[in-house]
């Protein structure tokens, strides 16, 4: 037990050092997020802030035992859910190395949504290129459709400091314990527009950035006992298609309607939101973890209905006038 936590603490230990480098070098080759006035309106941040979550977990990860990474194909389960249609590491290997390319490219130049679906198409074809020759066209076709979405809901769902890294911590505990470690090793940094050296900016210290909501999204993937994650983003971003559909805006172009800008709205801090939404997410992960440990479907059919039901008391907790949405 002890030799556990401590291999825990050393992937948190890790990824937190490795962020801390990181956002040091990231101003210093332009790898930042830069605030823009056509940002104005969904960006807070009055600074370049480093957009460093994605190599900074894949370096806490490295030092984790095994390779948490490759996921359930390496680990040969890969019963729950899409697992079994998962093909050999090497393919999500360079998936992986894709995605990260991907974000961190948007992260630095920015990608019109257009543009960004198709790079996020060309990144998944090693992995579904790999279940089309192991597993047959079916396996490939489900592996792309539910890539690009885990891919979206997370991407989307990073739209406050915090709020992801958390998420995640909570959703793979009981799926990549290692994972989570790592998430809380970002944490820290990614919490921190209160401490004084950035309350003038107000910013973190460190993004997760489009290339670590993808390397996210790509655990999720390789990961399917963790796919409670994507449930509390899927219901907010349903949501949001609706709203900015009805005022005839676009699903995808960003604003601050989010219940993370709701919560806000209504006075908590930046980490009193990431903990609210964690709760509310909580029936689904918890639930949907034990559903794929024990092939009970009921659990995670309650685990979505309760998460349903706090989000929507959520909603009503903390009303779209309170964000002057």
Sequence with gaps: MIHALARLLGTATATALATLACAWLAPRIGWTDTPHAADAARKRQRRPVPAVGGVALLLGLAWAPGTPWQGIAREGSGSELWGHWLPAPVWGGATLLLLLAVGTLDDRAGLRAGQKALALLAALLPLACGAWSEHGALAALALLALGFAALNLLNTFDNADGALASLCALGFGGAAVHVSAA???FLPLNLDAARARNRSSDAPSAYL??????????LVLVHPRSAGVLVLPCFDLLRLALQRWRVGS???????RHLAHRLEARGLSRLAVAVSQCVIAAPACVLGGFSGARGDARLAFLGVLATGLLFGLALRAAPARSAGA
């Design 209 to 218: 950035g489009d290339a670590g909501a993808f390397v996210l999204a790509y």
């Design 250 to 256: 676009r699903p995808w172009i960003g604003d601050r």
């Design 183 to 185: 998430c809380l090793g």
